[in-house]
Each structure stands twice: as C-alpha cells, then as structure tokens.
C-alpha cells in the first residue's frame, strides 16, 4: 500500500474500519458476529462513543443485510455479486448509516464509506460514491419489492432468508409473523441476572439508576434487571465485581423451572458457557455439586472463569466430554440445553438468521434426541430432566420431547406453570416468543420427572 493510501486510511474513523474489518471476516470466513465483535471490543481502545458505532455498525449490517442489498442493487449499475466483497462490504456500511442511523451526518457516511475502498483505486471509489449518494438522493421514496410473493416480500423488508419467513407465515400467518420479524430485529435490551450471593436486586437497580441508567426489573423473574443502554465503565464494575450476569431473562427462567435446592447433586449437559449452570449454583447457598460437561475445552474453561467470578466454582467439577456418552453418577437433577438452530436468538445474534437452513433442523433433531436419551440415563428415580432450548421451532421442542415420552415412559411431564408465571407458558412448556414476551429471547423448556421407585416419597 503507497504513503498516499495510508494517509487516506488515517482519515478513518476507527469504529468505521474495525466495523469494516469484522464484517468482511463474518462474511468470507463465517466467523460468528458475538466472538469477533467481543474480541475486537476487548482489544480496541476505542472511545464510549466509538464502541457504541462499532457495536451497532457490525449488527445492524448484518441485521439487515438483505433490505440493505435489494436498495443498493437498485441504483447499482451491475449485479452486486460482482463487486469485490471488500467494496460491497463497505456499500452496506455507509448505506446502512444512511437509512437507519439518523445521528450520523449524510456526507459523513458517504464519505467513510469512500474512504474504506481507496485503496483499491480511484474508479472503485467513485463508484461506491456514486452509489451511495444516488441512494441518499432517494431515500424519501424508496424502492419496495413486489407484494406477488408475500415471502419473499416479507423477507425483503424484512431482511430475512425466504425460508424461514415461509416457515412462520404457514404457522402464524401474515400478521403475527410480522410481529416475529419486527421482534426479532429490534436492538435487544440489556439483561442482567443479579447475584444475590453478592448483591439484591433492589440494590443494583438503585445503583444503575443513581448513575442515570435506565433500567426496570424484569416482569417474570425478579432476580433479572432490563437496561436499555449501560455504559461499558459502569458494566465493567458490575461484573468485575461479581454481582450480576448478562443473561437472558428466558435462560433464567429455565433455571427457575429447575428449581434446584440446597444439597442437590446435579448435571448440567452441554454447559459452556456457564450461564445456567453458575444461576443454579447461585441458588444452592454453597451446599451441593454441579458437574458441568461440554465437548469443547475453550468453552469449558470460559464456564469455570464465569464461576470464578461470581464465586461459586467450588461447587463446580468440569469435564470435557460428549454428552451423547457422558457417564457420572446419578443426579437429581439434569440440565440439558441442547444444541439447537438458535431462532430464538436473532435479535442478539443477527447472523443466525443467514448461517442456518431449512436443512440444518433435521440432523439437530436427531442430536437433540440421541443427548436426551443418554440424559435419562443420569436421572435418579424421582429426579427432574429439564430440557431447553433457544429457539422456537416445534420439529427442536415440543415434538423431540413427545417423542422422548413416548420412548421413556419412566418420564413423565410436570406442568411448567407450577414453578413460571402462566403468560411464559403454554401446553405445559416454557415457551417464550420474542413478539409476545418483550424482555425474552425466544427460548423453550420442558420438567421431566422421573418415576420414582415404589415406595418412595416421590412414587407417580
């Protein structure tokens, strides 16, 4: 690269490049948005301000990719498969900061947009301002795609893949599946599960709101606290201090379905990166035993760092292992969050909605019940199976867990709303949706008990 292209890449604003850069990883290597964006943000020394537009650059790009791809496209003269990704990458940056970030002044995003691609010559350049400024110049009439095919409309505004809009119109219809993909784009609150070993509730909230940060209890779990902005200094001391977690509330309420109490001796399936595992912990007041199995070291060592933090690892023993074949002694309880296609997370992991497929559901399935099965072998007589999940789709829920009963009929189901609050629960399940259930990811359980020996207290 000559002086004069380095000069023009000091001129950037740093939040603008990483973006860029993340982005084009995402993209070419398939590299997941969470990981880079929380490696990146870690390593960067970058102002409050500039966190804030990387983090929104790099999600809301990837959010809305394709509604950013069908504007481009129309005031493009070629195909945009046939630019270079690095150019298009930086198209959907600038077009993105024009339809969507209002804060941002127009000649500004047009003009880093121009400044990512010099390098690559003054012709690419001119064509990136070209089109950009042409988009600019009819953003108060915006083309829109046909209505002809409503899923492919509906995933075009939308900025879906086809596939799945296709999916929930059959199962919701038009206008609750408008909904769906209205939730599933909105930019997540913060959540946080506190941890009473350390802290209440009341207590962080009075501390957050003393600091002028916005933040309500959650209405399902009262132990959770929604922040719609907390700046990085202040989230820094939260956690390094132990007192809260960032959680999903629908991840805290399959622990509260658990129901774990002190003394207990539990299996926590698939458990990096330790979310579940240590809210249970935290709920066992220093009297009882999690073994927390994954198949992945990096993630398990992710999972002990957590239960460091919040000072419950010595009631931890980790173990690398398949949970398909994980062996241990009986438990009273078992936590399975089986690895699942994640349509419940979009709106926090935007990059979902374009890595899974139609295809993807069916081989899942099929490890979700092959786990399930070697989970019920960890269960003691009388003990609780909890089986979860982060998405919606009934193929990875509802019907892997009538499937399981039907196999296991020493299971049987207790209904989730003897433990949950009803609005969270349907046919006896955890079922949250993220256009129903605001604070929620969408995110499934089902309490399996198992019979008990005759005799016993716990005999069904």
């Not at 049987?412 to 079922?431: K, N, S, T």
Request: glycine residues 4%.
């Amino acid at each position: 690269m000559d002086q004069k292209s380095k000069t023009g890449l000091n001129r950037l604003s740093p939040a603008r490049l990483l973006a860029w850069e993340l982005l084009l990883r995402i993209e070419r290597d398939a590299a997941y948005l969470d990981r880079v964006l929380d490696v990146a943000l870690l390593r960067a020394h970058l102002s409050a301000s500039d966190r804030a537009l990387l983090t929104d650059l790099v999600h809301g790009v990837v959010r809305w990719k394709r509604w950013l791809d069908f504007q481009l496209q129309s005031f493009a003269e070629h195909p945009l498969q046939q630019y270079p990704l690095p150019v298009l990458t930086a198209l959907r940056i600038g077009a993105y900061q024009l339809l969507f970030l209002e804060r941002i002044p127009e000649h500004a995003a047009v003009h880093q947009a121009v400044e990512l691609i010099k390098p690559l010559g003054k012709r690419v350049a001119g064509l990136v301002n070209a089109i950009l400024r042409t988009l600019l110049r009819h953003r108060g009439s915006l083309p829109q795609p046909s209505v002809a095919d409503p899923a492919r409309y509906y995933a075009t505004v939308h900025s879906y893949p086809e596939w799945l809009v296709d999916r929930w119109l059959e199962r919701f219809g038009v206008e609750e599946t408008v909904r769906l993909l209205q939730a599933q784009n909105r930019r997540p609150k913060l959540s946080l599960r506190v941890n009473q070993q350390r802290m209440r509730p009341e207590t962080l909230l009075r501390w957050l709101q003393e600091r002028s940060v916005k933040a309500v209890q959650s209405l399902y779990v009262p132990t959770c606290v929604q922040v719609e902005r907390l700046p990085y200094p202040l989230l820094r001391e939260v956690l390094e201090n132990g007192w809260a977690s960032i959680q999903d509330v629908s991840s805290v309420l399959v622990v509260e379905l658990a129901a774990a109490q002190p003394g207990m001796q539990i299996i926590d399936l698939c458990g990096a990166p330790g979310g579940k595992a240590c809210a249970v912990a935290e709920r066992l007041h220093g009297q009882g035993q999690i073994a927390v199995v994954d198949i992945h070291p990096r993630r398990l060592r992710l999972a002990e760092r957590e239960a460091q933090r919040l000072g419950v690892a010595t009631l931890m023993s980790f173990h690398v292992a398949d949970a398909r074949r994980f062996r241990y002694e009986l438990a009273d309880i078992v936590l399975l969050d089986a690895p699942c296609s994640g349509l419940g997370t979009i709106a926090k992991k935007p990059d979902i909605k374009w890595r899974r497929r139609k295809e993807d559901i069916a081989p899942l399935v099929q490890l979700q019940r092959d786990i399930l099965h070697n989970a019920a072998q960890l269960v003691r007589p009388g003990g609780v199976l909890l089986y979860s999940t982060c998405t919606i789709e009934p193929e990875e829920n509802q019907e892997v867990v009538w499937d399981f009963l039907q196999r296991h009929p020493e299971f049987v189901l207790e209904e989730a709303d003897r433990w949950l609050p009803a609005v969270v629960c349907c046919d006896g399940f955890l079922q949250t949706l993220p256009h129903r259930h605001e604070e929620c990811d969408g995110a499934f359980a089902a309490r399996l008990r198992r019979r008990a020996l005759k005799g016993t207290n716990f005999e069904t």
